[in-house]
């Protein structure tokens, strides 16, 4: 519950009292959830150390979303002070691993009036990127009091989330409005915010950043993560002669299904979406080695494995000789799935299998499957497509190599990005 001196003396807005209402009725979900940095949630992160640049503020709420900026980073970099923040705990860890030693990395706040001052009081950008959408009415009114513009970057809206943002229309509106710029994924998109409230003459479609993010084969680094690939192999007892399907970012259900779906004598890797979910994913794959335990498991233990950790999901795509996107299988009883980002075993030149479910990564789906580079199976489908797929070393590789040419024709989003943020930073301090 938030005590009083949580306000610090501030007036609650309404919607404030909305999100404490909310709050206590959500209660019983939450508080089964084991979540860190409560301090700098209502905004207690620390003030920044001045620069002698410009600070560019991105917000990207998780785990691929941090990944993602990669390419942008460093194009920012070059002009001004970057600082990441993040919303969930593997995202904040993901964030200093990729960019602590350069940059800030900090906690973005729960979106109450004291929170958000508090936490721009202490970071004090000068422009602010919202990583695919985020837009929070009163982090985005408090950045338009004090003149600070706020965008959108490879901004993604699907369908299902646009139906559900146009019934609140009208208290959403303002803030999408508030909007100095959104660079959309596609024209559907741009579309969608222009819908929601934002000025279309300051909407551009970018493209998304996740395909830059991902190393196409033979790039610079391609050795040193070939090596990690093979001491992840060499940790979980993975046998390179015998074929592995890597399955990423899996939901509910869906370890049991691929267990039961995956050929005889054919090796798989599940990674869980979400680390709540590792100990009843083990328990659907029979005596699986868990990457956290790094010991050998039981009976099955050769042609099961379980990657529970955050940030090597990349390094395990490497390794596959399919690769099964997660979370688009269906639901169980009550639960939604929407799918998961193909970007990445994509560039790798690897054979991807995602399910019908892909209503959130729509666009980077639809131009892979238009491109031949990714197969669709419904879960009826899923045994006999992994079946030819692992019988069928020319299907793989064509499959792999369309994927790469798509991936790479569909790079350049991050220098569009780039601009356009430091066409908003130039508009602030200019």
Request: aromatic letters at 6%; proline letters at 6%.
């Amino acid at each position: 519950m938030i005590g009083c001196a949580a306000y610090d003396g501030a007036v609650p807005t309404l919607l404030d009292i909305g999100y404490v209402v909310l709050a206590g009725l959500a209660a019983p979900w939450w508080l089964r959830k084991r979540r860190g940095g409560w301090g700098a949630r209502f905004g207690r992160v620390g003030e920044l150390p001045a620069g002698d640049r410009p600070r560019v503020l991105l917000h990207a709420v998780s785990v691929g979303e941090v990944a993602s900026l990669r390419p942008l980073v460093p194009l920012l970099a070059a002009h001004a002070q970057v600082v990441i923040c993040a919303t969930t705990d593997t995202g904040i860890a993901r964030a200093r691993e990729l960019y602590g030693e350069a940059h800030e990395v900090v906690r973005y706040p729960l979106d109450a009036s004291w929170a958000v001052r508090r936490f721009l009081d202490a970071v004090r950008p000068d422009a602010v990127g919202l990583v695919e959408l985020e837009v929070w009415p009163q982090f985005v009114k408090a950045c338009a009091t004090r003149g600070i513009p706020v965008g959108v970057v490879s901004g993604r809206l699907s369908e299902r989330s646009f139906r559900g943002y146009r019934r609140a229309r009208a208290l959403l509106s303002p803030s999408f409005a508030r909007l100095a710029r959104v660079g959309a994924q596609d024209a559907a998109v741009l579309e969608r915010f222009a819908t929601l409230g934002t000025a279309r003459d300051r909407c551009v479609v970018t493209g998304s950043i996740k395909w830059d993010a991902v190393p196409l084969p033979g790039a610079g680094d391609d050795g040193e993560a070939q090596g990690r690939a093979a001491a992840l192999r060499a940790a979980l007892g993975i046998d390179p002669g015998r074929p592995l399907i890597v399955a990423g970012s899996t939901g509910p259900g869906e370890e049991a299904l691929l267990h039961g779906a995956c050929p005889p004598g054919v090796q798989l890797l599940c990674a869980p979406r979400k680390p709540e979910r590792f100990d009843d994913a083990a328990a659907a794959l029979p005596g699986c080695v868990r990457r956290s335990a790094g010991g050998a498991g039981g009976e099955a233990a050769e042609e099961r494995f379980l990657l529970d950790t955050i940030g090597e999901l990349s390094t395990a795509y490497r390794l596959a000789d399919v690769v099964v996107l997660g979370r688009s299988f269906g639901p169980l009883e009550g639960v939604k799935l929407h799918g998961s980002d193909p970007a990445e075993p994509a560039g790798l030149g690897k054979a991807v299998v995602i399910g019908p479910r892909f209503g959130d990564f729509r666009v980077m789906v639809e131009a892979l499957r238009e491109a031949g580079g990714l197969l669709v199976a419904p879960r009826e489908e899923l045994a006999n497509t992994l079946a030819r797929l692992i019988a069928d070393p020319g299907e793989r590789a064509g499959l792999g190599e369309r994927a790469v040419a798509c991936a790479h024709a569909n790079r350049g989003a991050a220098e569009r990005n780039a601009r356009l943020l430091l066409d908003m930073l130039a508009s602030r301090v200019g």
